[in-house]
């Protein structure tokens, strides 16, 4: 333990958590997300990191990024960069980890391989583990046979019983083998911070595990055991599906003498309806998310609100939280224990919500209105467009009750606040028109408010129905036959731009030419 609290003091350097009699373990906890670098980072991997991060943060600790490469054969090319860049875009900035390493690194398990040779070592020399030299034949023929008998197929720990001199004269000879660890037969025990109290015999399902592969890559749990110990890993919190490997895990550790970090297992996340989610849907990958306008702060939120962690008070309704105050409000003992059912409805209130935040922050607001601009360019190409800082910015805090993401303003429904709609000659009363612009133009409100008054009594002086002249509004304004009240048009297109459009219209059918 003397060692352990050195390594808690040093990394709690500058940060809130201070010495005290109390266990440093649970004052300044080091925490890991351990991805394969097998692809895409998916929602499950997600919500382990983001967990893992509140959980260290919420404590003055620190959460280290490492990547678990062994299965070389699953290794996707530039999968490492692409889930770096998508935990920095969530907001999960590692303390340690690939392009920022401390003291315990590498942090790519590839890059260790000689670690693991040595710690191999060690089990072989105190007789935890010992050369395995069944070929993949046999091993296919234990499990065919089992299958047969219905049994549980599991390796039947043949080679454990070879003497020294045997396994030296098969390695002499070059015969391919792995190491496995001897699994004795006990019920080991653990607290899950998550599930609670975790009994299980692992030898009743499973035949000594395979440390070391042939091509002299560890398996997971081998690697997993020594990096968590090396990187002095305090907290491990992990999918539920690791939880039946855990009791394997500690035998790992008890064969080292090492005092095993506490473990807490994240339950499933499925659909609303129970299903489970699959890597086919659109809405597993966090780049499906960020392509399809989501923003950062309402994705952590919307995990949060489907997986717990937090004191739910009464009554609040959906309140976005930033990571600041996701990491002081996360409690471990608050997560549920059941499958999180994601909502698609909290993830569109959310989203809502981070829209309006940042339109209230002044750094946000001017990043929001540069993004709609770039995306309105990009929408309506070798266009005339009405895109100035200011427009933007009074349609994006007019749309925030309108709209679920940024993206909704350059549709079909909300393109005439951007270009000049194309009006239907038919339906057109240019003369009107242009005597209603005559009176516009000296009006010396332009709200809302003042317009449909005015507009309303202009029709009755005019002695033309107020529907009718509503209708012949909204085409020449915007192109649609629904959407916002005219007067709302008006009021968001502005004076000069509102009456621009009128004049246009009213040119174009008085004199039979486009404007």
């Not at 807490?264 to 306008?293: A, C, F, M, W």
Request: aromatic share 8%; hydrophobic share 35%; with cysteine.
């Amino acid at each position: 333990m003397v060692k352990m609290h050195n390594i808690c003091i040093r990394s709690c350097i500058g940060s809130t958590c201070n010495y005290s009699k109390r266990t440093l373990k649970t004052l300044c906890p080091r925490v890991r997300f351990a991805p394969s670098p097998t692809g895409y980072l998916h929602l499950g991997g997600l919500r382990t990191a983001l967990y893992n991060y509140l959980f260290s943060k919420s404590r003055g600790g620190a959460f280290i990024l490492r990547i678990e490469d062994t299965d070389q054969t699953r290794k996707v090319a530039g999968s490492v960069e692409t889930l770096v860049n998508d935990l920095h875009w969530v907001g999960l900035n590692f303390d340690e980890g690939p392009g920022k390493n401390g003291q315990y690194g590498p942090y790519v398990q590839s890059e260790r391989l000689d670690i693991y040779k040595e710690y191999i070592n060690k089990l072989l020399d105190n007789g935890s583990a010992y050369h395995c030299f069944c070929t993949e034949r046999r091993l296919n023929m234990l499990r065919r046979d089992a299958m047969r008998s219905q049994r549980v197929p599991k390796y039947d720990n043949k080679c454990r019983h070879l003497t020294s001199k045997e396994v030296k004269e098969k390695i002499k000879l070059g015969a391919p083998h792995c190491i496995r660890f001897k699994l004795t037969s006990d019920c080991q025990y653990f607290e899950d911070l998550v599930f609670g109290n975790i009994a299980y015999d692992v030898s009743l399902n499973e035949g000594d595990p395979v440390l070391m592969k042939g091509d002299g890559y560890p398996t997971y749990h081998f690697a997993n055991v020594v990096d968590d110990h090396l990187m002095a890993i305090t907290h491990v919190l992990r999918g539920v599906e690791w939880q039946i490997s855990t009791t394997k895990h500690l035998l790992i550790y008890r064969a080292f003498g090492w005092k095993p970090p506490q473990f807490g297992h994240l339950p499933l996340i499925v659909n609303s309806d129970g299903t489970k989610l699959s890597k086919r849907q659109s809405d597993v990958k966090v780049e499906d998310y960020k392509r399809n306008g989501i923003l950062p702060l309402a994705l952590v939120n919307y995990i949060t609100l489907s997986g717990g962690g937090f004191d739910h008070v009464v009554g609040e309704g959906v309140r976005l939280k930033t990571m600041e105050e996701l990491s002081s409000e996360f409690q471990i003992d608050k997560v549920s224990s059941h499958p999180s059912r994601l909502n698609p409805d909290l993830l569109y209130e959310c989203n809502r919500l981070e829209i309006q935040r940042q339109l209230q922050d002044v750094k946000l607001s001017e990043e929001l209105v540069t993004e709609l601009q770039e995306l309105i360019k990009k929408t309506y190409p070798d266009q005339k467009l009405n895109i100035s800082r200011e427009h933007v910015r009074n349609v994006l805090n007019w749309a925030t009750s309108r709209i679920t993401k940024v993206e909704d303003l350059v549709s079909s429904k909300f393109g005439f606040l951007w270009i000049l709609p194309a009006a239907e000659q038919g339906e057109i009363n240019h003369q009107l028109l242009a005597k209603l612009v005559d009176n516009l133009e000296t009006m010396d409100r332009f709200d809302e408010d003042s317009l449909k008054g005015y507009l309303r009594s202009f029709s009755s002086e005019n002695n033309v129905k107020f529907p009718v002249l509503m209708k012949m509004l909204r085409s020449v304004l915007s192109g649609l036959n629904e959407g916002p009240g005219v007067a709302e048009m008006m009021y968001l297109l502005g004076k000069n731009q509102s009456l621009e459009r009128i004049k246009a219209v009213t040119r174009y059918l008085s004199s039979d030419r486009l404007f």
